[in-house]
Structure formats: C-alpha cells, structure tokens
C-alpha cells in the first residue's frame, strides 16, 4: 500500500511563507511525476504544481513566482515552498501522483489569514 504523509501546514499571515513536505512510499516515489493538489471548503480539488521525475516543473497560473516544488530523490520526500501566501491559498493541501491516483494522504491545512 503506498503511503503519502503530508506536514508543515500551518496558519500564516498574508505575505507570509510556509515550507510543505510529504514522505512518499519508496515503492513509487523514485518513477513517479508527483503533484501537489489543494482543496478549498466547497471547491473541488485542484492542481497546484508538478514535478516529474527528470525535474520538470508545472504550476497553476495562480501560483507561479510564488511557489516552488521541488523533490528530494534519495528521501523520498517532495517539498512545496510557498511565498507570498494570499487568503485565496487556504486549503487543504495534498501530494499525490502526476496525473493522480485514487491513494491520497490526509493532506495539510494551510491557513493564510490576518
């Protein structure tokens, strides 16, 4: 069973930055284009960023010059820096495949509010 375990979310303040992590299964992880998706209360979720395996990235309008996805091959582990954060960023936020799978993690609540 592949496991995905997201941290680091937190309440910040407009502007503020928050560093996002998810510990990935080994199992996949090194193969895989992975992304991070985010859900808002009544939206459904969506894409946020992606990062393949050979470190090509994509990113959401929304985010770009603001976010960075980045991954770490050898701790399996795939970080999403967020800067400049807005009201409109408040989710919760989650990893998954690129494309995604139906196995998702608990996700993590960003919060960006004064």
């Known amino acids: 069973q592949v496991q995905l375990v997201e941290s680091g979310g937190g309440l910040v303040q407009p502007g503020g930055s928050l560093s996002l992590s998810c510990k990935v299964s080994?199992?996949?992880?090194?193969?895989?284009?992975m992304g991070w998706y985010r859900q808002a209360p009544g939206t459904q979720r969506e894409f946020v960023a992606g990062?393949?395996?050979?470190?090509?990235?994509l990113y959401v309008d929304s985010v770009k010059g603001r976010f960075t996805i980045s991954r770490d091959n050898v701790e399996n582990t795939l970080y999403l820096q967020m800067n400049s954060l807005k009201s409109e960023d408040t989710a919760v936020y989650y990893c998954?495949?690129?494309?995604?799978?139906?196995?998702w993690g608990q996700g993590t609540q960003v919060t960006v509010s004064s």
């Open positions: 998954c495949t690129w494309p995604p799978s139906n196995n």
């Open positions: 080994e199992s996949i992880f090194r193969r895989s284009a």
């Open positions: 990062i393949t395996s050979v470190y090509t990235t």
